[in-house]
């Protein structure tokens, strides 16, 4: 450790120090060469350098002898060299600052630390993303700083003719303003004038970006935000600041920092699931079955002992009389008498221990154990400061009782179960050492060897006692586990987080040591100035407390805000990330982690008892159950399958009917309601505490019934007035009435003076308030007419929700009865009107879900809370032991006794205009204190929310003995307490707290899909699938448009747009205050620039897409809006600039006071009109108040920032899936903006009375005296801004503000001991429950971003929509299918093909998809997206496919119940729709490029082209290629689409009868008839290009084809059967030109399945026979049934092998004849070629 001290405190021990470093650096650097020479330096695989660790060895080695290299030459030179800046005039600080890299080297070394290093590491690209999020957020925010309050911090209160700044006690000092909204001076005898520096000594300011930045950050970071809100409102006023400032913080700190935590967790998750998760949870559960094996043995040991003793007693083991007659007679009786006696104690003994042993386990032991456990915990409790001697007599006495109590329980124990399994227990071994420990203690204490004061922290330890409750509840003993279970990875965690304090804590010592002196005398309790004390500042910065006033420190101790000081703010802000958001973070990952093994333990447990009581209740069961039952119950099964199958589709359509009208089904999105859905019963919602989209919750009010009984015993069930009751009120527009009443006495609660009671808008409001009240009770009256009161079921008070309404009711009519403010009573009652809004929630049924949720929420933490708060109880225990009565000081810090702390002392300010004054002395004792039990938990509490706690520590440091005053830095060593306390509680417990919401929140919402085949992912891509529509894409027709349209879509255009608003950015961040006149201009003019560039952008995208085009896209809007204002911004800043360069010449003559020199200066928009007679002042104001006018328009400039954020394709996922949680949260926000209102308007009633002074916490800027400040106060406590110290300044005793109606002597009343629950009810409820419900939506939507990008999720899918939309501009939903293949291989995977996939692959993918097609060869756009997230995520591919298709049906009709059949029938078609399909073309087109490719290879193979005889052979190898490459994608394709032969067969009858497969156009998009061409000219084709570009309009264009393009004409003679044949051949696959050759004329098109071979009945042919059995040879039976589809296969392979059918046929026969007489093998085993 080296200890920095200025330059001539060079002493010996400075000296051993370097010379120890020597010692160190020659042992590094032995070591570094040794493994050097052993490894290799580089150049080899495992050489030296290769390991990144090794890397940064050698950097500090190498670094170090640098150091001393330099050293050596300064010293032969003879240069004189400093004492703290080796290295001569060379400054060698940044180089030796690299030793303290050292410790980093232990990584190495643990191995579980690098699970947790890599880990991090892992999530450095997502975190890279959030990252670039952030700082384009910050650089908006900057700017929009810059633009808004640049030059506005630098006016401040001065006593006049001097430079003393004005404050009064306790005041930081704070920017005014001379006329306007601002604060103004009140202080006598000052002036607000320019030349203040600005707010920490001109650090925290808005002048140019930089500084921007840095005040943006530590807004972001929630530290300090609130005094620069203030600061800004006391320079500009309070009217519109708070936006800036709470937009920041809600987006900044809640959201986009939260999704930090969401990465982490989730990246930590996957690599402990990858390093050790299953071994660790496996040993878990092992270790858990061991125990529980063990515990079995012993008990059946223990068992085995009680029979023994049992035998015993019934005399089965007789005492054997024995010995020679021989030996003396005496003699054995004496010997035998010995054994008798010895057997008897052993008897008595193993009587004793089984007594004991049942003793010990009865329930009625661990009741007495606990009783005495809770008595100890009572005595500990009641120890306080001041306590009287009798009580500490007491307190003695129970605690050497409780001790031998314990210490008997132990006995007791140990003798019942015997030491090996006594101790075998976990609780056991703990409770042996607490006693042990408490025994040494009472020894020690009776000998006098230490004070009784040392030791007793030791007995808090028995409190620990209380954690054996665990013992009998499963979930709490659970978790207790798992957290023990935690403790490795919360070890190594611990240690790097140890290394990483360590690392800054030596490097602030290089930078800042012995800095941290000012000349202000304060001391700076956060320095570098040791060793200790660094790690401690350190720490205090990781956890975020205050660490900017450290910063500002730093700052200054580097020559203040200039160039060189501050640089040193980046240390502070790497330190912050890496500590706060990474460190902690990790934190909060383990917790989460560990506590979702926590649950599944519980979840083994619970199934493991559940399936001990199955088999108890089967085994009683089967022997009763008759064979009677068993029919019945397999009858009852078979019900139930049949119910589960048998799920109705629509009528199908017929297929002449389809193709009769192809025009009018244009539209392929059926709309969402459908007949037969109002018959459906309304989901139920499940009570979890997951906040659905609103659109989920559909929600229909149900007519709850009247009850039978009678109401008030005089209205009976048929009642006329009572019928008309139940009208009334279940009447929608009633409640509608009623809702709209709750919100308007809601606002007149808000709208109270809490001030003046009395005042002219309090007693308008009393009216409004008898209105609302008589309102609300004749509601009430109306209900408990039709539902009667509460004595039947069903009536008006059995209901809790209605209850609360009551009350409210109740308290309302209450507090209008007593008119009279004074009494507290009234108070209360007034106060209670506030829960009026609550009554909403009984109205709205989705906010009505969420709280129920929320109840969900809070049941299951209880097991968390009990466990933090024994732990906090334990510490506030040790605290008061500690720190008890020492917390008191005098406010002369020289007097050290309360004796000694009276009269009057003299105090020095510095910078004040009075330096010394006399002021009274006062013992105090701290805010915070330790001085009984729940003094202590307070404190503690807040200290767990990391508020405060440094203030706290360093008074628990200074503390000396009871009674006596503080002495610097006492004991350091105390500090110890509250790290571990903080680590123990604030990182680990609070950050479990956390883990639980998130983990309850996310089990809740999976809970209602518990049973769902389908996983989160799977759920959420399908109903992107299923809700999707196609955007529509405008193309003009217009040749001209056309050209500026292609312009403006071109990634070109984008990119020149991206340049410009980067430029933008960067001339916007130019601007500085007070900058000169030609920096103002070149401004002006860049920005009139950027302004006509962005106009012409507009003009021309307004040309390519016309008005409805344009504005029909949200981004178009945002520019045009931007655009708009930019142009007014610039009008306005030319006329001021024009006003400003010639002011009248009234004012150019008398320009000689201060203020019209500064309206002469200022100009501006003020002089349009003439100047002469304008009040100086009136000038001033205006320019201060920031003229709207001007800046609001400059705001467009920043705007223009926004659009880069469409731009990248990282951060455009960050805010889908922001969108995402944005709609997730309404309800949630509802909830949270009810909790503020509720608590806004209480704040109002009960601290609103409070003085507003400056220099306390409730000030001008921070108070309760109207609705908006209170909610801005509430805002702040959320953020944990201080929020202690706000709790303080509230508590009772404050100063009455003047105008409220306080009697004589009552000026001190204002304030309540409310306070304290008021502030930390509000604060768990809002930091750790609805926060956590944003980190909990957050989480569960940004889940994506840790996992594997090669997973498809919803995210991706937009991709499709876009892409989809170039080929569909119309937005029709269908397209070509042929232009499916290109649409898909221009989307990356996971979703699409990528450019790079092979063309067979994209078939086979298509192959699987298997979408229906539509009668003109298009298919639909659900279809497709759906196919492809089917076929991605794998969602019932598996098994039969008929099967498949209706059991996915049936989950979509059961999770989304609003699906119409229609739509469902278009992405799975239903059972016996024997559709044409993607699938099966794209087989058939397969088989045909396997024979291609076999016949090439022949061709390459022989030379030439193969004799006709070979052809048998060269079918068997075609098929058995496709065989082994295609089959199960084939199989697929086809199984759940086919018919038996003879419907096949019929359908083939009918089909030629009716004509029903000539069609207008073909089905493949093919519109011309290929016949009307000349033999051997390739079709006219359009080859789709990267964007579908402007074509003709003509007949031809249809017929576009893609890379997989084909056209199947077969021709077909009715008359005679016969075929003539027509050979399709590909040429270049590339173009995708077709070849077709015909002999015939008087042929028509034909389709797909129709062929000629498989159109007439008659025997099988020789060829088919053969097809068929290779396809059955293959496992594609099912094809080799499909009579159609050998028809065409052979035909395809005829065209393929270039052979007539009629020659294949003979083949055919000669191959089946020549193996029916011996000479062939079968085709079933083929031989192979060549």
């Avoid at 800046?85 to 060698?92: L, T, V």
């Avoid at 589709?649 to 109002?678: C, H, Q, R, Y």
């Avoid at 018959?679 to 919602?685: A, D, S, T, Y």
């Avoid at 004329?1641 to 389709?1647: A, G, I, K, N, V």
């Amino acid at each position: 450790m080296k200890k920095p001290c200025l330059k001539h405190f060079m002493t010996a021990a400075l000296c051993l120090q370097e010379s120890l470093e020597y010692i160190f650096l020659i042992i590094f650097t032995l070591e570094c060469f040794l493994k050097i020479v052993a490894y290799g330096l580089l150049f080899h695989a495992d050489a030296y350098l290769r390991n990144c660790w090794n890397i940064l060895d050698f950097v500090i080695v190498t670094m170090g002898l640098f150091t001393i290299v330099v050293d050596f030459i300064n010293n032969i030179s003879g240069v004189e060299a400093p004492v703290e800046q080796k290295g001569g005039g060379f400054d060698m600080k940044a180089l030796r600052a690299f030793r303290v890299l050292r410790p980093l080297r232990l990584v190495s070394g643990v191995p579980s630390l690098q699970v947790v290093m890599s880990s991090i590491l892992k999530s450095m690209l997502p975190l890279f993303h959030i990252s670039l999020l952030v700082f384009f957020m910050v650089t908006i925010y900057a700017i929009i700083g810059l633009e808004l309050f640049k030059c506005k911090m630098h006016k401040s209160c001065y006593y006049t003719g001097t430079e003393i700044i004005a404050t009064v006690e306790n005041e930081k000092a704070s920017p005014c303003a001379e006329a306007g909204n601002g604060r103004r001076c009140t202080v006598n005898g000052t002036m607000c004038r320019p030349g203040w520096p600005g707010p920490n000594n001109g650090i925290t300011h808005f002048d140019n970006l930089g500084f921007s930045m840095l005040t943006v950050y530590q807004c972001i970071t929630t530290q300090g935000w609130t005094d620069v809100l203030y600061w800004v409102n006391d320079a500009v006023g309070m009217e519109w600041p708070w936006l800036y400032f709470v937009t920041l913080i809600l987006l900044g700190s809640f959201f986009i920092l939260n999704m930090v935590l969401g990465v982490l967790c989730g990246e930590f998750t996957k690599e402990r699931e990858k390093s050790s998760r299953s071994g660790e949870y496996q040993k878990l559960r092992e270790r858990q079955q061991l125990d529980e094996d063990l515990k079995g043995y012993m008990e059946w040991i223990a068992q085995a002992e009680v029979m023994d003793n049992d035998q015993d007693r019934q005399g089965l083991l007789p005492l054997q009389e024995g010995g020679s007659d021989t030996e003396s007679l005496y003699e054995l009786e004496g010997l035998n008498r010995l054994m008798y006696y010895v057997r008897h104690a052993r008897r008595w003994n193993r009587f004793f221990r089984r007594k004991c042993r049942v003793w010990v386990k009865s329930k009625l032991f661990y009741w007495l154990v606990f009783l005495l456990v809770f008595f100890n915990t009572l005595v500990i409790a009641t120890e306080h400061h001041m306590q009287s001697q009798s009580l500490t007599e007491f307190q003695e006495s129970a605690n050497k009782a409780l001790l031998s109590l314990f210490a008997v329980e132990m006995v007791l124990k140990m003798y019942a179960l015997g030491l090996p399994s006594y101790f075998m227990s976990l609780f056991n071994r703990f409770d042996c050492f607490v006693v042990s420990v408490g025994i040494l203690e009472l020894i020690l204490v009776h000998m006098g060897v230490m004070s009784a004061m040392g030791i007793s922290v030791m007995r808090c330890i028995r409190l620990l006692r209380l954690i054996k409750v665990t013992k009998y509840w499963t979930s709490l003993s659970n978790l207790v586990a798992s957290l023990l279970n935690s403790v490795r990875s919360i070890a190594s965690l611990l240690l790097l987080l140890f290394l990483f304090i360590v690392i800054f804590a030596l490097l602030g010592m290089q930078v800042f040591g012995g800095k941290f002196n000012f000349t202000d005398q304060k001391v700076r309790r956060s320095n570098f100035d040791n060793f200790p004390q660094a790690l401690i500042t350190v720490f205090q910065i990781l956890t975020g407390e205050d660490w900017n006033s450290v910063m500002y420190d730093g700052i200054m101790a580097h020559g203040g805000p200039a160039m060189p000081g501050i640089l040193v703010s980046i240390y502070f802000i790497i330190l912050f990330i890496c500590g706060n958001y990474i460190l902690l973070n990790v934190f909060l990952a383990i917790a989460v982690d560990n506590l979702a093994e926590a649950e599944s333990l519980t979840s083994a447990q619970k199934e493991k008892a559940e399936e001990k009581k199955r088999k108890k209740l089967l085994r009683a069961n089967l022997s009763d159950r008759g064979d009677e039952d068993k029919s019945t119950l397999a009858k009852k099964l078979a019900e139930q399958r049949a119910k589960t199958e048998g799920i109705p589709t629509t009528a199908k359509l017929k297929v002449d009917e389809f193709e009769s009208n192809v025009n009018e089904i244009k539209d392929p999105f059926p709309p969402a309601d459908f007949p037969g859905d109002d018959e459906e019963e309304e989901p139920e919602i499940p009570t979890s505490p997951r906040p659905r989209p609103m659109a989920d919750l559909q929600l229909k009010e149900t007519v709850v019934p009247m009850p039978e009984a009678s109401s008030f015993f005089i209205f009976g069930p048929q009642n006329k007035f009572r019928k008309l009751c139940h009208r009334i009120i279940n009447a929608t527009t009633f409640t509608n009435i009623i809702l709209l009443f709750i919100l308007l006495s809601s606002i007149s609660l808000a709208a109270e003076d809490p001030i003046d009671p009395m005042s002219f808008r309090n007693q308008v409001l009393a009216y409004a308030d008898i209105v609302f009240t008589s309102v609300f009770t004749a509601e009430i009256v109306l209900k408990m007419t039709t539902y009667g009161a509460f004595l039947h079921k069903g009536s008006f008070c059995r209901n809790s929700f209605n209850i609360l309404d009551l009350i409210v009711v109740g308290v309302s009519l209450l507090s209008m009865g007593m008119e009279s403010s004074a009494i507290s009573v009234v108070k209360i009652l007034r106060v209670l009107r506030v829960l009026r809004p609550l009554r909403a929630i009984n109205r709205a049924k989705g906010l009505k879900h969420v709280v129920q949720c929320v109840f969900v929420a809070i049941k299951t933490i209880g097991n968390i809370v009990l466990v933090t708060m024994l732990l906090d109880f334990m510490f506030a225990c040790i605290g008061v032991q500690l720190f008890k009565g020492k917390f008191y000081r005098c406010t002369d810090p020289l007097k050290m006794t309360e004796e000694e702390c009276r009269g009057t002392y003299i105090h020095y300010q510095e910078k004040a205009l009075h330096e010394m004054e006399m002021r009274q002395r006062q013992w105090i004792n701290s805010d915070f204190n330790f001085d009984n039990i729940l003094n202590g938990m307070l404190a503690l509490f807040t200290v767990s929310t990391f508020e405060g706690w440094p203030k706290l520590l360093y008074t628990a440091i200074d503390s000396n003995m009871e009674n006596r005053g503080p002495v610097y830095n006492n004991r350091t060593e105390i500090s110890i307490f509250f790290i571990v306390y903080l680590i123990l509680i604030a990182f680990f417990m609070m950050n479990i707290f956390v883990g639980f919401v998130i983990v309850t929140f996310q089990e809740q919402g999976e809970q209602e899909y518990k049973n769902c085949e389908l996983d989160k992912n799977q759920r959420q891509c399908v109903q992107y699938a299923l809700k999707a529509r196609p955007l529509r894409c405008y193309i003009p027709k217009n040749p001209y448009q056309y050209k500026v349209w292609y312009i403006v879509t071109s990634c070109y255009f984008e990119y020149l747009m991206f340049l410009l608003i980067m430029l933008n950015t960067m001339c916007l961040g130019m601007q500085h205050c007070n900058q000169s006149e030609h920096i103002t201009h070149l401004s002006d003019m860049l920005n009139v620039i950027f302004t006509v560039l962005f106009t012409v952008e507009m003009i021309l995208k307004l040309g390519a897409f016309k008005a409805k085009g344009y504005f029909g896209d949200p981004w178009n809007v945002f520019d045009f809006v931007i655009v708009v204002g930019s142009i007014v911004d610039v009008i306005l800043s030319e006329i001021d600039r024009r006003s400003r360069q010639t002011p009248p010449p009234a004012l150019l003559f008398n320009s000689s006071t201060p203020e019209t020199a500064a309206l002469a200066a200022q100009g501006g928009l003020y002089c349009l009109t003439g100047c002469a007679d304008v009040n100086p002042m009136q000038t001033i104001a205006d320019s201060e108040n920031m003229s709207v006018s001007i800046t609001l328009f400059r705001l467009f400039r920043v705007m223009r920032l926004v659009k880069l954020l469409n731009r990248f394709e990282g951060i455009r996922n960050l805010l889908w899936t922001f969108i995402k949680s944005f709609q997730a949260l309404p309800y949630v926000a509802l909830l949270i903006v009810m909790l503020f209102f509720i608590y806004a308007v209480i704040g109002m009633q009960v601290f609103g009375k409070i003085a507003l002074i400056d220099g306390t916490v409730i000030n001008r800027n921070n108070n309760f005296q109207t609705f908006p400040q209170a909610v801005l106060v509430l805002f702040r406590c959320a953020t944990g801004e201080g929020w202690q110290e706000v709790m303080l300044g509230c508590l009772y005793g404050q100063r009455c503000d003047p105008k409220s109606d306080y009697l004589p002597g009552e000026e001190y009343t204002c304030g309540a001991g409310f306070a304290v629950i008021y502030f930390m009810s509000f604060y768990m409820l809002c930091a750790f429950l609805i926060i956590n419900l944003f980190v909990a939506v957050i989480m569960d939507n940004f889940d994506y971003l840790t996992h594997d990008w090669s997973i498809l999720g919803p995210h991706h899918l937009d991709e499709f929509k876009k892409i989809w939309a170039e080929y569909d501009p119309e937005a029709t939903g269908r397209i070509k299918h042929l232009d499916v293949v290109t649409l898909l291989r221009r989307i990356q995977p996971p979703l699409g093909f990528g450019k790079f996939c092979p063309h067979r692959v994209a078939c086979k993918r298509l192959i699987s998809m298997n979408m229906p097609l539509n009668s003109d060869g298009t298919v639909t756009f659900n279809a497709t997206l759906f196919a492809l997230v089917r076929t991605a995520l794998r969602i019932k591919t598996e098994g039969n496919f008929q099967q498949a298709n209706e059991e996915l049906r049936a989950i979509i009709k059961k999770i989304w119940k609003r699906t119409s059949m229609k739509l469902l029938d278009q992405v799975i078609p239903p059972i016996g729709d024997d559709e044409v399909t993607v699938g099966k073309f794209y087989a058939t087109f397969l088989i045909q490029e396997h024979f291609r490719k076999f016949m090439k290879r022949q061709e390459e193979y022989y030379g030439y082209r193969p004799a006709k005889n070979k052809t048998t052979n060269e079918i068997q190898a075609g098929l058995r290629s496709i065989e082994d490459e295609a089959a199960p994608e084939l199989q697929r394709a086809i199984s759940g689409d086919l018919l038996n032969e003879e419907e096949m067969d019929r359908a083939m009858d009918e089909a030629a009868e009716d004509a029903i497969y000539r069609r207008a156009g073909g089905l493949f998009g093919n519109h011309v008839d290929p016949f009307s061409l000349q033999r051997g000219t390739p079709l006219p084709t359009q080859v789709t290009s990267q964007r579908p570009l402007h074509v003709a309009d003509s007949r031809t264009e249809e017929a576009e084809a893609s890379p997989s393009y084909l056209s199947y004409a077969n021709n077909y003679n009715t008359n005679n059967n016969t075929s003539d044949s027509l050979t399709c051949r590909f040429l270049d696959e590339g173009v995708g030109s077709v070849q077709c050759s015909s002999a015939a004329s008087s042929t028509s098109e034909l389709h797909f399945p129709a062929c000629s071979s498989g159109a007439v009945q008659g025997p099988v042919s020789a060829a088919d026979l053969l097809i068929q059995e290779v396809l059955q040879a293959g496992g594609v039976a099912l094809l080799a049934v499909d009579r159609s589809f050998v028809g065409v296969t052979k035909a395809e392979m005829a065209a393929a092998l270039h052979l007539s059918l009629d020659q294949l046929e003979r083949r055919a026969a000669a191959l089946l004849n020549a193996r029916a007489r011996g000479g062939a093998k079968s085709p079933a085993t083929p031989t192979k070629l060549g």
